[in-house]
C-alpha cells in the first residue's frame, strides 16, 4: 500500500534544498537520554505476549492500552531498526541520523507542517481513548530501548504519543501518491507547468497494489462469509507487512498486517469482521500557481488584491560524518490555497488530502473495534482517512466495497481541469472542506453477494448489478476509471466460478495468468501478427516463442521469461496512460539477456524468478499485475529477485454459527530485522510453494505451539 522502496519523496529535492536552502556546519552531536529510565514502565501495563510456531506474537492484555504496549515491544523485538527509522522519519529527523539520502523525507515532513499540526491538535482534536493508544505504544518502544541497550540511536529518546499519532498524518497521504506530486512540482513537469513535457509520475518505484476480495453467504458453495486481505507492498522496509494477532479484555480481537510504528492492525481480521484495503488514485492533490509580490513583501494576488501569506523555515539537519552535521533551511508559505514553494523562480501553492488531519489513528481504532456493519460505516463516515480502497465482509454476511478518499469540495467552473495546474488569483474556485462519506463510490451487499478491488476503478467491484456509475459521478470529483490485469481476471474468475468453493477461491487468488482482455497482452500479440521481414533467425524464434505463449506465469513455463521481459515496460506505460512502447527494438535485447544468463531463451519461468533473503534461494511463480503478484528486480546473477507484490496474504472465513477461523502466509517471516532468528525466513518455503498455515486463534492451540511466551 505505500510508494517508492524505503525513500518517501523523490532524491532529486536533496540538489534543490542545497541550492534554494542556507546552511551550516556544526560539530555537535545529540547529547543521548538515559534509557534506564524507562525501565518501570512495564509496571503500568499487563501484557503477555506469546509467540506461535512461526514466531508470530499473539498479544494478550486486560485493556487496550496494554495490548498496544505489547505490540510495540514485540515488533520492536522482530524489527527495532525499521521502526527507529519510522519514528525518526517522522520527526523530520531521518538525515541526521542517515545522511543526506533521507533529506527529501525530512522536507516533506516540514513542508506537510506535521509537528505544528500534532503540537497544536494532539491535546484537543485526537481523542483521549486514541492518545492512551497512542501513547501506551510509545511506552512499549522506550521500554524495549531501555531493556535492550545499546540499540537505539541518541536521537531516538523518548518516544511519544505525539509520534505515532504523527505518523499517521506524514505518511498517509503518501499512500495516494502525494509525494509524487509533491515531486513533480519541483522537476518541473507537473502537468501545466511551462515546459512541461514528461507526465507527473515519471519516477521507477516499487509498485503498490493489493486485491481484496468479499463473499457473502450466497455467493459461496456452503454458505460461509469469506474475506481475502492481500497486499501488495515491497517486502522490506517502513511499509513492509508485520503480522500480529491482538485481544484485549475490552472488546478487541484482531489479527492481520502491521507497520512499524503503528498501535493497531492497519487490515485484517477478527470475530465480527475484517478488511481488506487496496491502494487507489483519486485525484486528491491541486496546485495553484500564484503570483508573489514583485518588491518581496510576503503578499500574493487574491482577487486583484495583495493577500498577505507567511513564512516558515523547514531547518534540515544532516549527518556529515562523526560529530559533524550539515544543516539545511528551506522556506515555506502559508496561503489560502494550502503551503507554498518556489520553484525555478515561481510560487505554487497545493492543497492536499490529509493537511493537518489528526483523526486517522482515531478512525483506525474504530474501525479495529467496530462489531458490525453500521460500526465500520461510522469509523469511515468520520472523513479523515485520506485515501485507500477498504474492501469488507462481517460475520453476518454484508460484504461491500468503499471507495475512500477526501475528496476536495471543488466548485463547478466550466473549463477548468483539476488535474493540471491552476489559477491562484481567484478565491472562487476554493472551497473549505471535503465531501462527504455519502458523496464517494461504494458498493454495499450487490445482488451477486461478491465484492472486489485490485487497485482498479470502482465502477468495477461485483460481478453483476450494484456496483456505482460514473454519471453519479462528476469529473471534478477525480475517481479514477482505470482498470488492472488483476481485476479483469476477478471479474471473469469470480463470474465463472460462482458459488464459490473455499478451493475455487484459493485458486482464484493464486491466478497467474495474464487476461486475453489485457490491453498489454492485446498489444503484444497484435505485434506479433506482423513481425518485420528484417528480424535475424534468433529474434523469429523469439517470435514464435512468444506466439506459443498463453499469459501464463506458472514455474514451468518456457514463455513467460520473455514474454514478460516485453509485457512489463507496455503494463508500465498503459498504466501511466502513455503509448506502449514498441515491440521489435526490446526483443534482440531481451533475446539477449535470456541466452547469455540462462544459456537459451526459453528458461522455465521458475528459474528467473526468485524468491531470495540469506542463504535460501526458491523458485516462485506469478508476476506484475498478476493475482499472483509478483514484481522483480534484477540480480547479479541475472534473475529477478521478488521484491514486491505479494507479501502478507490471509483467508479469513465466518461460518454463521460463531465459528471465524484464519489462514496466512508471509513472504519471509516474523522476524524482519533478525538475521539469526529462525523466524526470519522460516515462512519462505510456504509462501513460495502458495501454502498458508492455520493462524491459532483459541489460546489452547496456541499454547500447544508456542515458541515463547514473555510476560510484561
Request: aromatic share 10%.
Amino acid at each position: 500500500m505505500m510508494t517508492t522502496k524505503t525513500r518517501y519523496p523523490v532524491a532529486l529535492l536533496v540538489p534543490a534544498l542545497v541550492v534554494w536552502g542556507l546552511f551550516w556546519i556544526v560539530a555537535t552531536g545529540p547529547k543521548p537520554v538515559p534509557a534506564d529510565r524507562y525501565l518501570g514502565l512495564a509496571d503500568n501495563y499487563d501484557v503477555e505476549i506469546i509467540r506461535d510456531d512461526y514466531g508470530v506474537p499473539h498479544i494478550y492484555g486486560a485493556r487496550d492500552v496494554d495490548v498496544a504496549f505489547g505490540l510495540a515491544f514485540a515488533h520492536a523485538e522482530d524489527d527495532f531498526p525499521t521502526i527507529q527509522d519510522v519514528v525518526l522519519a517522522t520527526r523530520g529527523m531521518l538525515a541526521a541520523e542517515k545522511g543526506a539520502s533521507a533529506a527529501p523525507a525530512d522536507f516533506l515532513v516540514g513542508f506537510m507542517d506535521v509537528k505544528r499540526t500534532v503540537e497544536e491538535g494532539y491535546a484537543t482534536k485526537v481523542s483521549a481513548e486514541a492518545r492512551a493508544l497512542a501513547e501506551a505504544y510509545a511506552d512499549g518502544i522506550n521500554h524495549y530501548v531501555a531493556t535492550h541497550p545499546g540499540e537505539a540511536s541518541n536521537l531516538l529518546l523518548p518516544v511519544k504519543g505525539e509520534d505515532v499519532v504523527a505518523g499517521f498524518t506524514f505518511k498517509t497521504p503518501l499512500f495516494y501518491g502525494f509525494d509524487k506530486e509533491i515531486s513533480a512540482l519541483f522537476a518541473g513537469t507537473y502537468p501545466g507547468m511551462p515546459g512541461t513535457v514528461r507526465p507527473k509520475e515519471e519516477e521507477e518505484s516499487l509498485p503498490v497494489g493489493s486485491q481484496g476480495v468479499a463473499l457473502a453467504p450466497k455467493a459461496t458453495t456452503d454458505g460461509h462469509t469469506r474475506l481475502l486481505v492481500n497486499s501488495h507492498q515491497p517486502l522490506t522496509g517502513p511499509v513492509a507487512w508485520y503480522e500480529a494477532r491482538v485481544k484485549s479484555e475490552e472488546g478487541w480481537d484482531m489479527v492481520g498486517g502491521t507497520f512499524p510504528g503503528a498501535p493497531l492492525i492497519l487490515h485484517g481480521a477478527g470475530p465480527a469482521l475484517g478488511w481488506a484495503n487496496t491502494v487507489n488514485k483519486p485525484d486528491l492533490v491541486d496546485v495553484f500557481k500564484i503570483r508573489r509580490h514583485p518588491g518581496g513583501a510576503l503578499a500574493y494576488t487574491l482577487d486583484n488584491k495583495w493577500a498577505p501569506m507567511t513564512a516558515r523555515t523547514v531547518p534540515i539537519r544532516v549527518k556529515l560524518w562523526g560529530p559533524f552535521y550539515w544543516t539545511v533551511e528551506r522556506t515555506v508559505y502559508e496561503t489560502l490555497f494550502g503551503p507554498a514553494v518556489e520553484v525555478n523562480g515561481a510560487y505554487y501553492a497545493v492543497r492536499f488530502a490529509g493537511y493537518r488531519e489528526l483523526g486517522m489513528l482515531d478512525a483506525m481504532y474504530g474501525l479495529n473495534k467496530a462489531k458490525d456493519k453500521a460500526d465500520f460505516e461510522t469509523a469511515l463516515a468520520r472523513g479523515s482517512l485520506p485515501s485507500l480502497n477498504y474492501v469488507m465482509a462481517t460475520a453476518t454476511g454484508d460484504v461491500a466495497h468503499y471507495y475512500n478518499a477526501q475528496f476536495p469540495k471543488r466548485p463547478n467552473v466550466p473549463g477548468l481541469d483539476w488535474q493540471k495546474l491552476l489559477p491562484g488569483d481567484r478565491s472562487s474556485i476554493f472551497v473549505e472542506g471535503y465531501e462527504p462519506f455519502s458523496a464517494t463510490p461504494k458498493t454495499v451487499n450487490p445482488e451477486s453477494g461478491i465484492v472486489f478491488n485490485a487497485n482498479n476503478s470502482p465502477y468495477l467491484a461485483t460481478t453483476g448489478a450494484g456496483a456505482p456509475v460514473p454519471d453519479d459521478f462528476p469529473a471534478r470529483l477525480g475517481v479514477q476509471g482505470n482498470l488492472t490485469n488483476r481485476a479483469l481476471r476477478l471479474n471473469r474468475l469470480l463470474t465463472l466460478a460462482a458459488p464459490v468453493s473455499p478451493e475455487a477461491f484459493r485458486e482464484i487468488k493464486y491466478d497467474k495468468i495474464f487476461d486475453p482482455s489485457y490491453p498489454p497482452l492485446v498489444a503484444l500479440r497484435t505485434a506479433l501478427l506482423e513481425p518485420p521481414v528484417w528480424l535475424g533467425v534468433e529474434e523469429r524464434e523469439g517470435v514464435d516463442l512468444l506466439r506459443r505463449w498463453r499469459g501464463g506465469t506458472a514455474l514451468d513455463d518456457r514463455s513467460a521469461a520473455l514474454g514478460v521481459a516485453l509485457l512489463y515496460p507496455m503494463i508500465k506505460a498503459w498504466e501511466a496512460d502513455e503509448p506502449m512502447p514498441e515491440v521489435w527494438g526490446r526483443l534482440p535485447v531481451a533475446l539477449n539477456y535470456l541466452v547469455t544468463r540462462f544459456g537459451r531463451m526459453d528458461p522455465e519461468w521458475g528459474e528467473v524468478s526468485r524468491l531470495r533473503r540469506g542463504g535460501i534461494d526458491l523458485p516462485i511463480a506469478g508476476g506484475p499485475d498478476i493475482l499472483r503478484a509478483v514484481y522483480g528486480e534484477r540480480d547479479a546473477d541475472g534473475r529477478m529477485r521478488d521484491v514486491a507484490g505479494d507479501s502478507y496474504i490471509l483467508f479469513a472465513d465466518w461460518d454463521g454459527k460463531g465459528g471465524f477461523t484464519a489462514h496466512s502466509s508471509h513472504s519471509f517471516g516474523a522476524a524482519a530485522g533478525r538475521p539469526d532468528s529462525p523466524h526470519h525466513t522460516d515462512q519462505m518455503d510456504m509462501f513460495a510453494r502458495e501454502v498458508e498455515r492455520e493462524v491459532p486463534l483459541d489460546r489452547d492451540a496456541l499454547m500447544a505451539e508456542k515458541t515463547s511466551s514473555t510476560r510484561l
